[in-house]
Structures are given as structure tokens and as C-alpha cells.
């Protein structure tokens, strides 16, 4: 879905990466995700994971056709946030987060997350991140259905199968750096 | 391992003729393994078809290394994103950190909690030699002795907003006193939310009846009001006429006028005398 004027502009801003608003955004709720975690045993990084894993999910959610903002924009985004760092905390040590059931930010409005395809999605971007530049962009114009052609063109390559070698090593590479954390094999299992 | 990949990736893309399809689904079921590596690849080509999706996890990754600059205040997001004159949001940062300059400065400190009635409210039972409590004016609702505070009134701060677990328990679990007495709130409504007003003053109205009481017996009630972070020390006690009605209902009610910043607040009302806790409920003052 294209970013409309009728969005909420924290929608607009995470589906079209305004990175002015990005920032705004993260002034305003991070302190929240931050408090949330750094209260029931997490960590900064961890905190970081929470707010961005939790934009990823704003923007998925913005992106489907039926979705409408209901509720305030930090209502549901902290939702999302809060119930991410559950899911996560009872998976890692099956300890409870510290904030009842009726906290303002699980309310009605609060969307069905998919945690396990939450957690999948963060993984490949974890070891996505990982690869070089160049990879990363190689792989993208594949996954986006790009000919070879036109990646070889795009890449500035030689030709059509020095691009196919070259997305086969990438690939390669980002599969076992997935297949490489411990978390991918309890995804597996879920 | 390039014959494997672009066998599957043919499969994902539904370009293999059938009798290799078949072939495909075949050792698919047949082999875990091979079976989670077709599935693999295609929640890969699932998760990056969309490239909007991997920019925005980059700038994200990109900004949250940025250092935050400390004690901004949040700014409020603009109704028209990329529609905006620079200079326009630029005029506007400046007044609204202007305003919250002088807000600071002249509205900042400790929650100012008064009852709109006539009866002072008490200091904090835990906090003694307490001053004399401020006498109620609506013509000088703000004293000017308060302590500083770190943030100003009009920044919500999302901490003020985390409920207490302990007091929350409370809620859940049902007040009723040793005497099976307890307070029926009328007002105000679990989880309600009052908005302050341009002085940063909020109004709310406590009203219940007394159920299980003895008719014969004067009471007097005590409203103590709580912060979301600490349940021992209310930030005011405000005691609380009850008052019969001709049908023997003990009914209460007072308004309480209250200078605190946006939060979650929690309220409790205990009988005076043996202080135990008739009624719990929360409400908030403005939202996040």
C-alpha cells in the first residue's frame, strides 16, 4: 500500500522511511521500549531490537489492505512493543514481563501478532546484515524478481552468469549464516 | 549446489514443467531435510520481495545508532509529513521549545493535588514533619514552593504510564475489609482518562457508596491517590465525608483538583481510623 495523506504520519513515515519523522519517532516511544526492557532484564541492545523489530511489524501491519489505525499511534505501537518483549522474555527464560494483562497498551486495538514469523523475519535481517553491500543489493534485486540481465546491468557485471554465480554465492552465504544461530533451529522446531 | 538452488527456485517461481514438479513434491515429502530447504528459500523470496521493507530495516539500524540527544523533548508529529515548509517546522520547534521553556519554569514540580471541596487534604502518611497543607484556591491553584522537577508537565513521559503490578493485583483480586465492608466506586471509571486543562490542572470527581457498613456508626473515609511507581507513599490523603441518605445508603463523593503530569495514577479509599482498603481503581491524566 502507498503511503496516503490520511495516514496517521508515523504510518506514512515507517512505510515510506522518512527518516526525519523515523527520528521523531524514536525521540517519542523508544524511552517507553527502553524503560520497558531495561526493567524486566533486558538489555540496550535488546531494547534496540524491541523498537526496530517493532517498527518492522508497524510496517508490515500498514502494509495490508484492510489495516485502520483505531487507536492512538503510541497505543499501538507500544502494544506491539510490550508484547514482543513478553513473547521474547518467556521464551528465553519463561519469566513473566512485569506489566499485567490490563496495561493501557494491550487494548482492544492491539492486532494478533505472528511471533514466530516475527522472529523468523528479524533473523534473516540479522544475518542479511551481515553480508556486504553488494550482496545485500544483488539479493535484493533478485528476490524482487529482477532478471539476471537486468541485476548484471544494475550491478554493472560483465554478464549474465557472472551475476547468476554471484547470487548463488550470496545466497549461499546469507542460508548458512541463517542456518548458523541457534534461534533459527528453535524456530524450526516451533 | 547452484543445480539445487535453481531447481528450487524454478519450483518457487512455478517454472519447472510438471513431471519435474511432481518429481519435486515427491522428495519433498519424502525428505525433511530437502524439504526445509525449499521452505527456507521460500520465506526468503516471501520476506525480501518487497525492497521497501529491507531500506527501512537499514535506516532504522542507521538511526538508532545516532545518539539521542538528552532530555529532547518529544515533538509532536506534524499532520502532513513531506508536505511541510522547512522553515514552517522550524518556526514551529522553536515555539514549542520556547513554550516549553517557560512552562518549565514557571509550572514545574511536584505533583500539586488538591481537593476542589473544602477539605484540605493531609500530607503523605510516611513523610513526616510535613508542612502545613496548602489551603485550596481557585485564584491560586499553583504554588510557587514546590521542588523542581526533571521534566516538564506537558511532556508525557511513557515511564508515568507503566502500571504498578502491585497495585494492579489489587484492582484485579477485589477490595472487601476484614468487616466485609467496602466502597463502590461510581467515580471515576476504572481506567478513565481526564485531560488536564491549559494550566495543567485536572479535575476529577471520586464518588461511591459504602456497602456493609453499620448505619449506626460514623465513619469518615480517607482517598489517598498514588503515582504508578510507588504504593506505599500517596502523593495526597484527602479525607472523605460519608453521608446518609434517607434509605440508611452511605454514599461519598469529593472532587479533587489535581497538578500532576500526565500519567498513570492509582487511587485508593481506606476507612480513617483502622486504614484499611475498601476500594482501588486507577485512572489517567492525559494519554501517551
Redesign the interface.
Given at each position: 500500500m502507498e503511503p496516503t495523506?490520511t495516514m496517521?504520519?508515523?504510518l506514512?513515515?515507517?512505510?515510506?522511511?522518512?527518516?526525519a519523522?523515523?527520528?521523531?519517532l524514536?525521540?517519542?516511544?523508544?524511552?517507553?521500549v527502553r524503560?520497558?526492557v531495561l526493567?524486566n532484564s533486558g538489555t540496550e541492545d535488546d531494547a534496540?531490537d524491541v523498537?526496530?523489530d517493532a517498527?518492522?511489524v508497524v510496517?508490515?501491519k500498514a502494509?495490508q489492505a484492510e489495516f485502520m489505525l483505531t487507536s492512538?499511534?503510541?497505543?499501538f505501537f507500544?502494544g506491539i512493543a510490550l508484547n514482543l518483549w513478553r513473547s521474547r522474555r518467556k521464551k528465553k527464560s519463561n519469566s513473566e514481563v512485569?506489566?499485567?494483562e490490563?496495561?493501557?497498551y494491550t487494548d482492544d486495538e492491539q492486532p494478533d501478532l505472528d511471533f514466530e514469523q516475527i522472529e523468523?523475519?528479524a533473523l534473516?535481517?540479522k544475518a542479511?546484515?551481515q553480508l556486504g553491500a553488494d550482496c545485500?543489493k544483488l539479493?535484493?534485486l533478485f528476490?524482487?524478481?529482477k532478471t539476471m540481465s537486468e541485476i548484471a546491468e544494475n550491478m554493472g557485471f560483465g554478464s549474465e552468469n557472472y551475476a547468476?554465480?554471484r547470487k548463488?554465492a550470496c545466497?549461499?552465504f546469507?542460508?548458512e549464516r541463517?542456518r548458523s544461530y541457534p534461534e533459527y533451529r528453535e524456530l524450526?522446531n516451533t | 549446489?547452484?543445480d539445487l538452488?535453481d531447481l528450487i527456485e524454478a519450483y518457487l517461481?512455478d517454472d519447472l514443467p510438471d513431471d519435474q514438479r511432481r518429481d519435486m513434491e515427491r522428495r519433498m515429502a519424502e525428505d525433511p531435510a530437502f524439504r526445509?530447504e525449499v521452505e527456507?528459500h521460500r520465506?526468503?523470496?516471501q520476506?525480501?520481495?518487497?525492497?521497501?521493507?529491507?531500506?527501512?530495516?537499514e535506516?532504522?539500524?542507521?538511526?538508532?545508532d545516532?545518539p539521542?540527544?538528552p532530555d529532547?523533548p518529544?515533538?509532536v508529529?506534524?499532520?502532513?509529513?513531506?508536505?511541510g515548509n522547512r522553515k514552517m517546522w522550524l518556526l514551529i520547534a522553536v515555539t514549542l521549545l520556547a513554550g516549553a521553556g517557560i512552562w518549565f519554569f514557571s509550572h514545574l514540580g511536584a505533583p500539586n493535588l488538591q481537593p476542589a471541596g473544602d477539605q484540605p487534604a493531609t500530607q503523605p502518611k510516611s513523610t513526616a514533619p510535613a508542612p502545613a497543607p496548602t489551603e485550596p484556591s481557585k485564584n491560586d491553584p499553583l504554588p510557587t514552593n514546590r521542588p523542581k522537577s526533571d521534566r516538564p508537565i506537558a511532556m508525557a513521559?511513557?515511564?508515568r504510564?507503566?502500571?504498578n503490578?502491585t497495585m494492579?493485583?489489587y484492582i484485579?483480586g477485589g477490595v472487601r475489609s476484614q468487616e466485609e465492608m467496602r466502597a463502590v466506586m461510581v467515580a471515576p471509571e476504572n481506567?478513565a482518562t481526564v485531560q488536564p486543562d491549559a494550566q495543567g490542572i485536572s479535575v476529577v470527581r471520586f464518588a461511591g457508596r459504602l456497602e456493609g457498613a453499620s448505619p449506626d456508626e460514623a465513619r469518615v473515609l480517607h482517598l489517598l491517590i498514588f503515582n504508578n511507581r510507588d504504593d506505599q507513599k500517596p502523593l495526597l490523603t484527602q479525607p472523605v465525608q460519608l453521608r446518609t441518605d434517607a434509605n440508611g445508603q452511605a454514599d461519598f463523593e469529593t472532587t479533587l483538583r489535581l497538578t500532576v503530569p500526565k500519567g498513570?495514577y492509582y487511587f485508593r479509599v481506606e476507612e480513617s481510623k483502622t486504614e484499611e482498603m475498601l476500594a482501588m481503581g486507577k485512572f489517567?491524566v492525559g494519554?501517551?
Open positions: 495523506a496517521h504520519p508515523y506514512n513515515a515507517v512505510r515510506s522511511g522518512d527518516r519523522l523515523l527520528r521523531q524514536r525521540d517519542e516511544l523508544y524511552p517507553f524503560g520497558l526493567k534496540k523498537f526496530q517498527v518492522m510496517y508490515d502494509g492512538r499511534f503510541s497505543t507500544c512485569t506489566i499485567p490490563d496495561a493501557p523468523r523475519q534473516f535481517d542479511m546484515a545485500r539479493l535484493g528476490f524482487q524478481k547468476r554465480r548463488h545466497k549461499e546469507l542460508i541463517i524450526r | 549446489m547452484n538452488y517461481n526445509e527456507l520465506q526468503l523470496q520476506a525480501y520481495a518487497d525492497p521497501g521493507r529491507w531500506q527501512l530495516r535506516a532504522l539500524a542507521a538511526i538508532m545516532e539521542v540527544p529532547k518529544p515533538p508529529p506534524p499532520a502532513k509529513p513531506n508536505q513521559d511513557p515511564e504510564f507503566v502500571p503490578p494492579d493485583a484485579a481506567n498513570l489517567f494519554r501517551l
